[in-house]
């Protein structure tokens, strides 16, 4: 199911006909609130390491018919969903990441919550949480940890099993995965590092055997690199391709570029690139993809090494993606609404066409047409 589209997804789900250890139906929106926060933390404390939904508009009890949610007047939009989580006491003010899309099935509108996989389980209330259902006054407990074993949460009154706990802590504290799933949880912490600016080189402060190390030999550095975006700042050319290497026990088990920009002011990691074409002409936008070890390895590198002059150029035309999906999606976006590029009628913001004195006219048009590309992105693309 990894490739699939949302829609795709739930459809499948939809076609089980049973809901299951991270997928569960509902007929209408929520009556009560402590109801769909208790599905909420349960499915976030999911066993199965993986995203959970939660699918509105499918009636389990009259075999499983679509019931479009069109006129519910309960429905909550994501500001709604994320304000109702924001507003709950949660044990180190850490929540569940949720969103809500809405979907077209068979004429039906879907509504479909998602709660997104993490690894800081268990989400545990730091205070209860009472409301009521059918005018009886119902809790739910500080302190406890719910959860949902394959089709059914933990009662609200009750906690997990001790091996359910146990196993949702191990997933927090990275036990028992691979070095490769360990160096990336590692990574999604990036003020759990510590960096040596001499040694051009990073370490995780609780395993110091996981290292980032940059190569600055002079005769292993990248100069022949001319992207527009190492040419934008005040000192170009000084601002060269290393490697990086990520070793455990000094076994490598990651490689990359990182670059400094703007003099050395800035560490950034080299960004992904693609191109649209028509006929002979090639548009290259620049990107990361959300969660891959690249794009939290510059996340590492902006903390710890920000430029003080708060250099623009990464912030203007860098996209970064929610998903490998949303990158495939977006590259066919792209080609079939080419015109967006080249009609010469279309009205960019000034900013997006503002020149840059250190570029050439060749660096100056790349710069430009990323910076379209991440506006089209912005605008016309998430909007559709």
Not at 42 to 48: D, V
Not at 97 to 106: A, G
């Amino acid at each position: 199911m990894e490739n699939q589209t949302l829609k795709d997804k739930i459809t499948d789900l939809i076609n089980h006909h049973f809901e299951g250890p991270y997928w569960d139906f509902k007929a209408m929106w929520y009556q009560s609130n402590i109801s769909l926060l208790h599905d909420i933390i349960s499915m976030a404390n999911n066993l199965e390491n993986r995203d959970a939904y939660i699918i509105i508009g499918v009636d389990e009890d009259n075999n499983f018919q679509l019931d479009s949610r069109h006129d519910d007047i309960k429905r909550k939009n994501n500001n709604e969903l994320a304000s109702f989580l924001r507003d709950k006491k949660f044990f180190g003010t850490i929540r569940p990441y949720v969103k809500v899309d809405t979907l077209l099935i068979h004429s039906a509108e879907i509504d479909v919550i998602t709660i997104k996989a993490s690894n800081n389980t268990p989400f545990v209330l730091s205070e209860d949480f009472t409301d009521t259902i059918h005018g009886k006054p119902v809790k739910l407990l500080a302190h406890h940890v719910y959860t949902r074993i394959n089709d059914s949460n933990t009662p609200k009154n009750s906690s997990a099993d001790m091996d359910k706990v146990e196993l949702l802590w191990r997933k927090r504290f990275g036990i028992g995965l691979s070095i490769l799933e360990k160096m990336n949880l590692c990574l999604s912490n990036p003020n759990n590092w510590v960096y040596n600016d001499q040694l051009g080189s990073f370490f995780y402060k609780y395993d110091p055997l996981l290292i980032l190390q940059i190569d600055r030999d002079m005769e292993n550095v990248r100069i022949d690199r001319h992207e527009f975006y190492n040419m934008i700042a005040t000192d170009p050319q000084y601002d060269m391709w290393h490697d990086y290497t990520i070793t455990y026990n000094a076994t490598t088990i990651f490689s990359g570029y990182a670059q400094y920009l703007d003099g050395g002011r800035e560490l950034r990691c080299v960004p992904a690139e693609k191109s649209v074409h028509v006929n002979s002409h090639f548009y290259r936008y620049y990107y990361f993809v959300e969660n891959t070890t690249n794009f939290m390895v510059d996340e590492l590198f902006k903390i710890h090494y920000p430029n003080p002059y708060n250099y623009p150029s990464f912030r203007e035309f860098i996209i970064i993606f929610k998903s490998d999906n949303e990158l495939v999606n977006f590259e066919e976006y792209m080609q079939k609404n080419i015109n967006l590029l080249t009609d010469d009628s279309i009205v960019y913001p000034a900013n997006i066409l503002q020149n840059n004195y250190n570029l050439d006219d060749n660096q100056n048009q790349q710069y430009i047409t990323a910076k379209k590309i991440k506006f089209i992105y912005n605008n016309s693309f998430l909007k559709n």
